[in-house]
């Protein structure tokens, strides 16, 4: 096993991005059946992840990786420890049940196969992200699950909130991203290490350094805009455009907690100091109160659980930030458990919506008899979600309270605060796994009966396991949440928290929570409706604040180039020719370094003097000439001698471009000129001759003086000296201009050729316009 | 242009540049002349040929779009960088092989291939700006040019 482990890693690595290609064939030759081919990907990738955890639970590493990019000490390498290896379990198990799920819910849908390919491309980017070792692979996977998010969140593409919601997703968390990036490599650059798992080994050294503010900040930046932590949280409740399934991985179980992820991997080298303890649990906390308070406030059961996602990844940073190995054993726990029930909840829900049409609460009751499949689920979930003894969500309430309930002021201010947002999170999670089925039975759009496999198999599973793992909690602690703790803060944790209660502090507050909560459920309108009044109240959120932003920058780019590019070649060209005139005199000026002038010839050759006497005459011809196309051909005479000369002095090379370029300059002039409708003469009046004449001036004498001046330093003559040796011996060609462009400095000329292409196709595309514009106006 | 003597002699002096344009190029490596210099001098035939019959014939006689041609060129000059690949040598390495053609020892090289494309993609280029500068509908006199 060990030969072959690396080869093995590298494959379930990339067999979702091979079964998100596949995707859209399958799924046009099987139909919707294609989604249990497919959920094959994942489950294999999942097996081949389940095989490192004994390995991992005895406290070892797992690397492996290829060399990439040798010479910039790049390497595709992994690193599973207990954390990744937990989340690409996650991610894999999560993933394969997803892709089952989609396969019912969007079954008939025209365009399932491209779903399923974003949302096996997006398990790709992800599990990429979580088991990266380098920086560089963990920036670029991180870039790749928001484009994928954004493919996923605008799927109904036709829709206009569709459309918004991916931009606003992409915006804001690719912003992050861009934060993230400088923070790796401000990382990079303070420690000196590039790799996630030498970080270790950096100690205090990050802590005490001068950029430790300035990285943490950036790296917050990241984590918080893809974490949806307040205030960018406001992206993550306008992503459940999406389809549900959508909804129920990405926007809960894996991708936004990818910000979390990232504070956890840093927390051995960035945490325990006084910023990190204070910005993470600040942020954290706001987030966990403003979450569970505007989830009351929704009537969707979608949104309800959203807005409790955003409140749960608010608890998990404020664990990650709190400082204690006891509130990162809780944070641990929670986040297993809440990948668990919200996923299975984000599941429960769809298939409602999918079955009874609907999913707006007030419109939804006694669907117990007609779903009891996915009733059972949801209620499971649900109650895993309280924090309800049996269940892991219990254990993970006990050790938040064990972890926060330490008896400082800080840690009775942190609890209360966990205290409220638990028992709003307990009302939310029954008002969701619950409401729905009890009652009366209400009249739902469509006949509501149980869903497909498909659509129940998903909650099923997660929930049972959030059971299963509640009572098996030692199963669970020895080869999840223990090793997982421990590579969160770098030394040997054993978790041990059962579901047998213990009498004591946690206990009570839990009971407080669960009393609480069932107070809050009991008076879900009313709470319902005090929270509205009190929203509406604040006025505009950060949502709205998005909007104006975007139209702002729409605005002033507007702004901006109608004023930089008016339209008027004039004024273009003037101030391409101001510029160049001071690019060249300006440094001779300030550094006061003219040329000397060089000493006249004391003879000058006939034929020397001959074509000299021929460019001025071109020149004063084109200054006196009556109309365009006599100056321009003048201008052709003033060239053509420049060319002899050049053929004089023993430069054959330049001189035939020179004669080539001046003779298709001139025939190309000539066909604008008669194309453009100009006055056939020089209309502009005296001062603007003269503004223009000075210019013109002014950028010949800068580029006579740059000559000479260029021509009395010392000529260095290693590189001809280079090419006149070697051009024959090595390129095997004896004209050295010739060797240059094409061999030395190919790659030059392929751009340069790319260039003449661009250019071509340009020109081309500007006639198009034109001549189309004009055949129009011809009409009218 | 409508010069009978024009007309009788383009046929012939474009053959001759395009020939001469071809000459240019292939002794480039070793003599004044290279891709840049031979492409400028087949589109200046190309000129002369539509001087004398127009447009719509230059387009007929060269079959294809020049921008097509252009295209083909820079391909080709790509694809001659990236033969060294196949010899694990770094892009744009030149490679040669020395082939008996009819008894005759005729050099051949990769950089040869690049400069044919850097000729192809300048004949396209120009030509087609050329072209269309040329096809268009007649001149449309400005208002305020009425002579």
């Known amino acids: 096993m060990a030969a072959n482990a690396p080869a093995v890693t590298f494959i379930a690595l990339f067999l979702p991005f091979l079964a998100a290609l596949l995707a859209p064939v399958l799924v046009r030759t099987l139909g919707a059946k294609a989604a249990w081919l497919l959920a094959l990907a994942p489950a294999m990738a999942f097996l081949q992840f389940a095989r490192f955890l004994p390995e991992v639970a005895a406290g070892e590493v797992v690397t492996g990786g290829y060399v990439w990019v040798p010479s910039f000490n790049l390497s595709f390498s992994w690193f599973l420890d207990g954390l990744s290896l937990t989340f690409a379990l996650l991610i894999t198990g999560i993933g394969a049940l997803i892709v089952v799920y989609a396969g019912g819910y969007l079954k008939g849908h025209p365009l399932q196969g491209r779903f399923l390919g974003f949302i096996l491309a997006f398990m790709g980017a992800m599990l990429g992200l979580v088991i ?24 109904d593409h036709e829709r206009e909130a569709a459309r918004r919601a991916a931009l606003q997703a992409l915006v804001v968390t690719g912003a992050g991203g861009l934060s993230l990036l400088a923070g790796l490599i401000f990382l990079w650059n303070v420690t000196g290490v590039t790799q996630l798992s030498l970080l270790v080994h950096v100690g205090d050294g990050l802590r005490q350094s001068p950029f430790y503010f300035a990285t943490l900040l950036l790296v917050l930046g990241g984590a918080f805009t893809k974490s949806a932590q307040f205030p960018f949280h406001f992206w993550l409740p306008n992503a459940m455009e999406a389809p549900t399934p959508v909804s129920a991985y990405l926007h809960s179980a894996t991708m936004v907690k990818a910000g979390v992820y990232l504070l956890m991997r840093l927390n051995p080298v960035m945490g325990d100091t006084p910023a990190w303890e204070i910005l993470l649990p600040f942020f954290g906390g706001i987030t966990l109160i403003s979450g569970t308070i505007l989830g009351l406030r929704q009537t969707d059961l979608k949104l309800m659980l959203a807005y409790t996602t955003m409140a749960s990844l608010g608890l998990l940073v404020m664990l990650t930030g709190f400082g204690s190995t006891y509130a990162v054993e809780a944070a641990v726990l929670y986040l297993v458990a809440h990948s668990l029930f919200k996923g299975a909840l984000f599941m429960a829900v769809g298939a409602i919506d999918h079955e009874a049409g609907t999913r707006d609460v007030t419109k939804l009751g006694g669907l117990r008899s007609a779903m009891p499949i996915t009733f059972a689920a949801a209620l499971l979930a649900a109650l895993s979600m309280g924090g309800v003894p049996l269940f892991f969500g219990f254990l993970a309430k006990e050790e938040i309270y064990a972890a926060l309930a330490a008896g400082n002021p800080r840690a009775v201010f942190f609890t209360a605060i966990a205290v409220v947002g638990n028992a709003l999170m307990f009302a939310l999670a029954f008002a969701v796994g619950l409401k729905p089925f009890l009652g009366r039975h209400v009249e739902t759009p469509r006949h509501a009966h149980e869903g497909p496999v498909s659509l129940w198999l998903g909650p099923v599973v ?5 059971l299963l793992a509640g009572i098996f909690s030692g199963v669970a602690h020895f080869y999840i949440s223990s090793p997982m703790a421990s590579a969160v803060v770098d030394e040997k944790v054993v978790i041990d928290i059962s579901t047998v209660p213990h009498i004591g502090m946690p206990l009570l507050l839990s009971l407080v929570t669960i009393l609480l909560g069932l107070a809050i459920f009991w008076r879900m309108d009313k709470a319902r409706a005090w929270v509205v009044q009190f929203v509406d109240a604040l006025g505009i959120g950060p949502d709205r604040g ?235 | 242009m409508n010069s009978l003597i024009l007309r009788t002699v383009a046929p012939v002096l474009t053959a001759l540049m395009l020939l001469f344009s071809i000459f240019v190029l292939l002794r480039g490596h070793n003599e004044p002349g290279g891709g840049f210099i031979g492409g400028l001098i087949a589109a200046s035939a190309l000129g002369v040929y539509g001087i004398a019959f127009g447009v719509t014939a230059v387009r007929r006689a060269i079959r294809f779009h020049p921008m097509a041609i252009a295209g083909a060129g820079l391909m080709l000059a790509a694809l001659s960088g990236l033969i060294s690949i196949f010899f694990r040598v770094p892009f744009m390495t030149g490679l040669w092989v020395y082939p008996q053609i009819l008894g005759v020892e005729v050099p051949l090289a990769t950089v040869m291939s690049f400069d044919i494309g850097v000729y192809l993609v300048v004949v396209g280029a120009i030509a087609s700006i050329a072209l269309a500068l040329e096809q268009e509908p007649g001149p449309t006199i400005g208002p305020e040019e009425k002579h």
């Open chain 1, 546 to 780: 998005f909007d104006y932003f975007v139209r702002g920058l729409v605005r002033m780019s507007a702004a901006i180039t109608r004023f930089v590019q008016p339209g008027r070649l004039e004024l273009y060209l003037t101030a391409t020719f101001i510029l160049l005139a001071l690019a060249l005199l300006l440094p001779l000026i300030l550094a006061g370094e003219w040329p000397t002038l060089p000493p006249l010839p004391d003879l000058l050759l006939v034929q020397e003097a001959a074509f000299l006497i021929i460019a001025a005459i071109g020149i004063i011809a084109v200054l006196r000439a009556k109309n365009r196309l006599t100056a321009i051909v003048s201008l052709g005479v003033q060239g053509f001698a420049v060319a002899v000369i050049f053929l004089l002095f023993g430069a054959p090379d330049l001189s035939f471009t020179q004669f080539m370029v001046e003779t298709l300059s001139v025939v190309i002039l000539a066909l604008v000129m008669t194309r453009l409708q100009l006055w056939s003469r020089d209309h502009r009046p005296l001062p603007q001759k003269l503004l223009d004449s000075t210019i013109a001036i002014a950028c010949g004498l800068g580029f006579t003086l740059l000559l000479l001046k260029s021509l009395q330093t010392p000529f260095d003559t290693v590189l001809s000296d280079f090419f006149n040796t070697y051009s024959k011996t090595i390129a095997h060609g004896a004209n050295v201009v010739n060797v240059i462009i094409v061999d030395f400095r190919g790659v030059d000329t392929l751009g340069e050729i790319s260039v003449v292409m661009i250019t071509g196709l340009a020109v081309l595309a500007l006639i198009r316009v034109r001549s189309r514009r004009s055949a129009k106006e011809g009409k009218v």
């Open chain 1, 132 to 155: 990266s070792d380098s920086f560089l692979m963990l920036f670029v996977f991180w870039e790749l699950t928001s484009i994928t998010s954004f493919l996923l969140i605008g799927f």
């Open chain 1, 462 to 466: 997660l929930a049972g396991l959030g």
